[in-house]
């Protein structure tokens, strides 16, 4: 019974990682404002009230293009990221510490997919759109937390400016 309890408790924080990033596409949600969460990076942005596109693009080098990125704050940017390698690639946005301890979660849960706002999943060769709404001042990263990819060097910065 003890071991029955046991298990039950591990799936419970298994749970949210039962989405794995894995190779497979998500077709995006449509936005719902209700459902947006605010972070210390800013929050999910509507794509009608994008008022910039910013191109990004990715490789097999493990770099990002750019790698450095300017916006100003109450900006809702739509980044129009391209996968130009071969395998998976991501972009994820946050704080230095929050993706320093995601790709450490993910090199643990290898295939653990999940499906934020504030990140895009792109298969080789394709191009996924991820929108933000930058409400926040402060230097933020994006990253490829896909298991050697973050160590690599695959990431960049955001800052974000007072208008």
Excluded: Y
Aim: glycine share 8%; with cysteine; net charge neutral.
């Amino acid at each position: 019974m003890k071991f029955l309890a046991a298990a039950a408790i591990a799936l419970s924080f298994a749970a949210p990682l039962a989405h794995a990033h894995g190779g497979g596409h998500h077709a995006k949600k449509a936005f719902d404002p209700a459902s947006a969460e605010q972070t210390p990076f800013g929050i999910a942005g509507d794509p009608a009230k994008a008022t910039r596109t910013i191109r990004l693009s990715m490789g097999d080098n493990m770099r990002f293009t750019p790698d450095r990125i300017k916006v100003r704050r109450g900006e809702t940017v739509r980044f129009v990221v391209t996968n130009k390698g071969t395998m998976l690639h991501e972009m994820v946005i946050g704080t230095p510490d929050e993706l320093q301890e995601h790709a450490a979660l993910m090199k643990k849960f290898p295939d653990m997919e999940h499906d934020e706002p504030h990140m895009a999943h792109v298969k080789a060769g394709t191009s996924e759109d991820l929108v933000w709404k930058f409400n926040k001042p402060g230097d933020f990263q994006f990253a490829c937390l896909i298991p050697g990819h973050f160590e690599a060097g695959m990431s960049g910065k955001i800052s974000v400016v007072e208008r």
